[in-house]
């Protein structure tokens, strides 16, 4: 792919803000690193070598103990592989099991001294973070929880991308009676208060679907009343380019509305647009957080940052990991995303110096 | 049945309003008005005296099902075929071999150490809306200190003699002086203290329970509720003279006496304007109490505060089993909404009690060592008491596909691990609850446990329901590919961790609970019409003698018209909305003995119908029950004493029958203390006479 020299020219830009750039590298990391997760933290083993044969059940279907030649109740329950192995080490047969870099699982209800209850971070037995009240792994909660909720905004951004450049664009271009019937309706749309229509619209959605088609819902109804604000702006930058010169030669010279939109126009909006992305991931994170926090958003027990939170400053005296964990976490991302949008917005600045007079 | 009173008794009054407004001397009119509208009120009493008819229990069945009209009803009344409610008779009336009985060789259990003083700070979540004790919004938890916990019934149920006596718990006299039982004609004489006084100095007469009667059964209150159990559950009021009443049942069940006794009269000179407009006249208005606690005017700080302060001229202050209560001068309640806010001002010494009931609280939050508790300022107890237990359990609706197969509701039962969550998260404090009625003392059933938690068993269960294979996140599957998944719903917020532990362990045996977490509100409307599929829910249950079956398990609680005429379940039944038939029991062989245990008289027999009907729900198994908690636990600041026995037996919190005191300098000393770092002697108590084995 050959990019437009005034893009590679941005894009090393970008790379000379280090500290966005920087952010940059390291939120990928962490996606990249996110994606394998049940790799690194995970209570199901990664390899389990039986009788001489090697199986990896990490993404595998659900393993009953009689696949491993348990007997009686554990042959016929889901394997406990933390258990398995302490079994095979017991018995010495040369029976193997690895389990991962962490070996808890976000659901993994770990009763340290046989009591459920938050335990401060505890490196012998793997809990780096601690647990929070019901016994479950805080890192591993939180990784998990940073995976959804960077997927969501992501697709998020994504959406409201489509969406409101697509609708912003059409405004300001074709301008006229449909950009006087939109602006309207946008103005009424956006005032609908958003936050109570996610918890209203959420509460009647039947507790039947799966945590995905939740997840799914939940982004429909995030995009469908957040992609108004991006319309101001892109109607603008099209009404701008629209009424400069090139636009206008190209018109004459014949070209027809998409590839004005698409040759012309868009390419020269995004400078504009671009800079929102990162603003656009943030209020996304927050915003899922926030929904976790006040109980409306993915229901228990799946890991999230919010939910997360609300448990920390319920027990805010006796188990201060927890809120520490989930607000240290919050900062990170949020921050990552901050710089890299400071420095894409930099970058995507025709002004190498700006002058206020 | 009043109508057209009502209507008569509206437009006059609507005249006097709108003449009211053009007046020029407004107080004269304003006093005239009030007058008239005493006199209103009164008349609109009198009438309903005189007409109120009594409706024997077949009739009010048949009237409830819909297969009698209200017209019909006051047709018959005006024929004068139905005998009237309210009889003003005369003290040649009453029967001549009454024998009085008045509870006086019952034990007292208040200490006679006790001093009265102090303040005891407290505080309550929402400011109550109404100083009102019925009708829109009185049910707040400000209620019982200015209704349950410290007004005087006629006589009241002694709270450590749990024995009972020719089919009556004990009572001891409270308004009442004595009183007397009369099994064949289902009737209780009651005769009134001549000491005993309002908090205004008036009198308690015959005239206010009968006036009590005509005010809950009134519609002016607003309180279904009440309009229905005032007139279903008692048939006669009979005034003898001032002092002298009856009242008549109409059925003698056991403890028939704590029926009447537990009444508690209505002032009635101090509803003098009772109207139409009751709900928002009487909003912020204290009814005068026969108890020891009134609420002054000026205590009424709204949205902040608001304060009991005790009458210093109660006419039972020396009464025996009312005196060495209500030892506190002023109790004082502020709004914090908040637990954890509230527990941080109960540390900084701003509240003077906290409830221990949850283990983090007790364990983790003020642990024994904790330094307030160590150094002795702060005292921790745990009374075990013995009182019906609120229903925690998961109730299955069993109208729902694959529910409505038992052996699916069996497998369920193994699979729900209470027992882990009872050792630990509730770290063994709790006990499993065996029934679904427990606490009833001998209307227990002594024998059923609860099915334990055991893989095997709930695999067998499920693999007779043609569940055998798992899919590939471990939920088993039928060959027509159904997963055997349940949403698992609950209001209860603060009690969510249980429901993911439990989540975890039925995967084990194959079985996906979905957790749906609910606002309070939208679980109990979700429960109410039937939409669960298996909710995590209690109901509070009041210290009766016997549970209570017809709610919970009649099938006409279920459905509409559960069964056809040949006996044969309905085809087309639907699912019946705001009842507590959460389960959806349509059994006939359960709903004859109900029947038969609602219209018995006799407590072995109930008894006998009760372990029927258990058993008969033990083997429907849609009800898992839960856990029961058989103390209450409580920290309190030094200051606070209370009896050497702590307290009485079916109490269930330190503010139900006012057994503690302040000692008298003791708050000083202690705030003192706790600057300059003195220790004294750690209290810890656990009081266990009434622990079960």
Known sequence: MRLNPLTLRKLKRFREIRRGYFSFLILIGLLGLSAVSELIINDRALAVRYQGEWSFPTYGPVELGSVYGLEGTDGRRPVDYRRLKEHFDAAGAGDRVIMPLIPWGPYYNDAVGGILRAEAPNFERGHYLGTDTTGRDILARLVYGFRTAMLFALAFTALTYLIGVAIGCAMGYFGGLFDLLFQRVIEIWSNVPFLYMVIIIFSVIPATFSVGARIGILLAIMVLFSWTGLTYYMRTATYKEKSRDYAAAAQVLGAGTSRIIFRHILPNTVATMVTFVPFTVVGAITAITALDFLGFGLPPPTPSIGEMLKQGTANLTTAPWIVSSAFAALVVILLLVTFIGEAVREAFDPRQFTLYK | MSKLSRAAFLLPFMALLLVGCGSGDRDALDSAALEERRAKAIAAMERHYATQPSLPPDLRE?????????????????????????????????????????????????????????????????????????????????????????????????PEDISIVDGNFRYFPGIAEAWSEDKETRTVYVRINPAARWSDGQRITADDLMFMFYFYQSEWISAPWSNNFYSRNYVRAVRYDDLTFSVTLPEAKPDMLGR??????????????????????????????????????????????????????????????????????????????????????????????????????????????????????????????????????????????????????????????????????????????????????????????????????????????????????????????????????????????????????????????????????????????????????????????????????????????????????????????????????????????????????????????????????????????????????????????????????????????????????????????????????????????????
Not at chain 2, 508 to 513: D, I, N, P, V
Not at chain 2, 579 to 607: C, V
Request: no cysteine.
């Open chain 2, 62 to 158: 048949a009237f409830e099902r819909g297969e009698v009209t209200e017209d019909e009803i006051d047709a018959m009344a005006a024929a004068g075929e139905l005998e009237p409610f309210f009889v003003f008779a005369t003290p040649d009336d009453l029967p001549d071999d009454l024998v009085w009985e008045d509870g006086s060789d019952l034990p007292e259990f208040a200490s006679p150490d006790a001093k009265k003083g102090g303040t005891w700070y407290t505080a309550v979540q929402d400011y109550p809306r109404t100083l009102r004790r019925v009708g829109p919004d009185a049910n707040s938890s400000f209620r019982p200190f200015i209704l349950d916990t410290v007004v005087m019934g006629f006589g009241q149920r002694h």
């Open chain 2, 260 to 693: 009447v006794l537990n009444l508690e009269p209505l002032p009635a000179h101090f509803f003098d304007e009772f109207g139409p407009d009751f709900v928002d006249r009487y909003q912020w208005r204290f009814v005068p109490t026969s108890g020891a606690y009134v609420v002054r005017d000026e205590d009424v700080r709204r949205g902040r505060s608001i304060a009991l302060t005790r009458n210093p001229d109660w006419w039972a202050k020396d009464l025996p089993f009312w005196r060495y209560r209500f030892n506190y001068d002023r109790v004082h309640f502020s709004v914090i909404r908040d637990t954890a806010k509230h527990f941080e001002s109960f540390r900084a010494g701003e509240v003077d009690g906290f409830g221990l009931n949850l283990p983090d609280y007790y364990y983790d939050r003020l642990p024994d060592d904790d330094d307030l508790v160590a150094r002795g300022l702060i005292a921790k107890y745990t009374f075990y008491n013995e009182r019906p237990r609120p229903t925690f359990g998961f109730w299955m609706n069993s109208s729902r596909p694959l529910l409505d197969n038992r052996d699916i509701r069996k497998g369920i039962h193994y699979a729900s691990n209470w027992e882990r969550v009872l050792r630990e998260y509730f770290r063994g404090d709790y006990t499993r609850m065996r029934t679904t009625s427990d606490g009833y003392g001998e209307f227990t059933h002594p024998e059923i446990r609860a099915r334990d938690f055991d893989v095997d068993k709930a695999l067998e269960a499920f693999a007779r329901a043609g569940f055998t294979e798992r899919d590939s996140e471990g939920v088993l599957v039928n060959d027509r590919g159904q997963r055997l998944a349940f949403t698992l719903t609950t209001g209860y917020e603060n009690l969510q961790d249980i429901l993911t532990i439990m989540q975890r362990e039925a995967l084990q045996a194959g079985l996906l609970f979905r957790v749906e977490v609910l606002d309070g509100t939208a679980a109990w409307k979700k429960v109410q019409e039937k939409q669960h599929d298996i909710q995590f829910v209690a109901f509070n249950v009041g210290p009766e003698m016997y549970p209570r079956f017809w709610e919970t398990y009649h099938s006409v609680n279920a459905y509409d018209r559960a069964f056809l005429a040949d006996g044969s379940p309905n085809p087309d039944r639907r699912p019946k909305a705001q009842t507590n038939n959460l389960q959806l029991i349509a059994n006939r062989e359960l709903d004859a003995l109900i029947e038969r245990y609602r219209a018995s008289e006799s407590a072995e027999e109930m008894r006998a119908l009760a372990f029927e009907m258990e058993e008969i729900l033990y083997e429907d198994a849609s009800f898992v029950p839960g856990f029961v908690m058989p103390f209450y636990r409580t920290a309190a600041w030094r200051w606070a004493r209370w009896p050497e026995h702590f307290d009485v037996r079916i109490s269930g919190n330190p503010l139900e029958y006012w057994l503690g005191w302040i000692e008298p300098g003791m708050r000083e000393q202690v705030l003192a203390a706790r600057r300059s770092g003195e220790r004294f002697e750690p209290i810890i108590e656990v009081h266990d006479r009434y622990r079960p084995e």
